[in-house]
């Protein structure tokens, strides 16, 4: 069965720093993918960036990146230059293929970045 | 750009009660689904649809029922309402699987059952 971890609950940051968001996951099929999604304080889900599975490199997308750890089945969520604007609860969400399109979601980090 | 608008926003019913959630989507996708959140859970599949007149059970689906009429649109029923059915539920449309094809969330109903 498929299944997201997120150990960090909470996370913070100083305007500027880099920040790494982990995230574990449990699945025994070749093709799947990983989201991940910023819940905005007024509960809006917005998309941020994904990774395949059977692509190696780890994917980038302004200022958010990736590291993919395809043989640890772990992936972490970078962002760059945080800023407050990105605080936020960020979830990490699993699909795979064989299962037609669902995402199975992790727990979610709630990150806080000051000014 | 995609659109996925739920119905109620907010909504308080009694015990026993019937609930009706509904979310339509402007994005003409096949696949439909219904999460709900609660703290230290994430978004949880409660049901989910390939396009219209079909409906699954996902994860947690007992409690619920789903309907989907139309391409467009797609409800949960909760028949008898409990108080542990008190969360917020989103729906969300999305494309078949392959390339940046993600879900598309609505703003959420917050429902409290009494």
């Known amino acids: 069965a498929q299944r997201v971890t997120q150990v960090q609950p909470t996370g913070s940051s100083q305007w500027g720093e880099e920040v790494t968001l982990d995230c574990s996951y449990e699945?025994?099929?070749?093709?799947?993918?990983i989201f991940w999604y910023r819940q905005l304080f007024s509960g809006e889900m917005v998309f941020l960036i994904y990774q395949p599975s059977f692509d190696t490199q780890n994917q980038r997308s302004g200022r958010y990146s990736v590291v993919f750890q395809k043989s640890f089945k772990s992936i972490s969520l970078v962002i760059s230059a945080s800023q407050p604007e990105d605080s936020g609860t960020y979830f990490c969400?699993?699909?795979?293929?064989?299962?037609?399109?669902?995402?199975?979601f992790g727990t979610g980090t709630s990150l806080l970045v000051d000014p | 750009e995609a659109a996925v608008t739920q119905s109620p926003r907010n909504k308080v019913a009694v015990t026993g009660g019937k609930v009706t959630l509904s979310c339509n989507q402007t994005?003409?996708?096949?696949?439909m689904y219904w999460y709900r959140q609660d703290t230290g859970h994430g978004l949880r599949l409660i049901h989910y649809?390939?396009?219209?007149?079909?409906?699954e059970k996902g994860d947690i689906p007992d409690g619920y029922k789903a309907s989907r009429p139309s391409q467009e649109n797609f409800s949960l029923i909760l028949e008898l309402a409990t108080p542990s059915q008190t969360s917020v539920y989103f729906c969300?449309?999305?494309?078949?699987?392959?390339?940046?094809?993600?879900?598309?969330f609505g703003a959420g109903t917050r429902l409290s059952v009494l």
């Open positions: 969400a699993l699909s795979e293929l064989i299962l037609g399109y669902k995402l199975t």
């Open positions: 649809s390939y396009g219209a007149g079909s409906t």
């Open positions: 994005n003409n996708h096949n696949n």
């Open positions: 969300a449309s999305g494309g078949d699987w392959g390339g940046q094809n993600t879900l598309y």
């Open positions: 699945t025994s099929e070749y093709f799947y993918r």
